[in-house]
C-alpha cells in the first residue's frame, strides 16, 4: 500500500517563503501524477499545484506565479515552493499520489 507523507509546514510571516515536502512509497511514482491540495478555513479542499510523469504542471488560479512544483522520481519526492505567502494560504496542505492522501502538514501565514 502507498504511503505519502507530507513534511516542511510551519509559520510564516505574511511574505514569506517555505518548502513542503512529500516523501512518497508508491512503486511506479515515476508514473504517477502528484499533486499538492489544501483545506483553508471555510473553504472545500482545492487543488493547489500538479505535475505528472513529464513534468508538466497545473496550478491554481490563486496561485499567480508565487508558487512551484517540483518532483524527483530517483528520491521519490515532490515539493512546492512557495513565496510571497499570504494570510489567505494558511491550512493545511495535502500531498496526493497517484490518488493516495498524506496527513497533511500546516501552514500558517501571520499578517
Known amino acids: 500500500q502507498v504511503q505519502v507523507a507530507e513534511s516542511g509546514g510551519g509559520l510564516v510571516q505574511a511574505g514569506g517563503s517555505l518548502r513542503l515536502s512529500c516523501a512518497t512509497s508508491?512503486?511506479?511514482?515515476?508514473?504517477?501524477?502528484l499533486a499538492w491540495h489544501r483545506q483553508t478555513p471555510g473553504k472545500q479542499r482545492e487543488l493547489v499545484a500538479g505535475?505528472?510523469?513529464?513534468?508538466?504542471?497545473d496550478y491554481g488560479d490563486f496561485v499567480k506565479g508565487r508558487f512551484t512544483i517540483s518532483r524527483d522520481n530517483a528520491r521519490k519526492k515532490a515539493y512546492l515552493d512557495m513565496n510571497m505567502l499570504k494570510p489567505e494560504d494558511t491550512g493545511v496542505y495535502y500531498c496526493?499520489?497517484?490518488?493516495?492522501w498524506g496527513q497533511g502538514t500546516q501552514v500558517t501565514v501571520s499578517s
Open positions: 496526493n499520489d497517484g490518488g493516495t
Open positions: 508508491g512503486s511506479i511514482f515515476s508514473q504517477t501524477y
Open positions: 505535475i505528472n510523469s513529464w513534468g508538466r504542471t
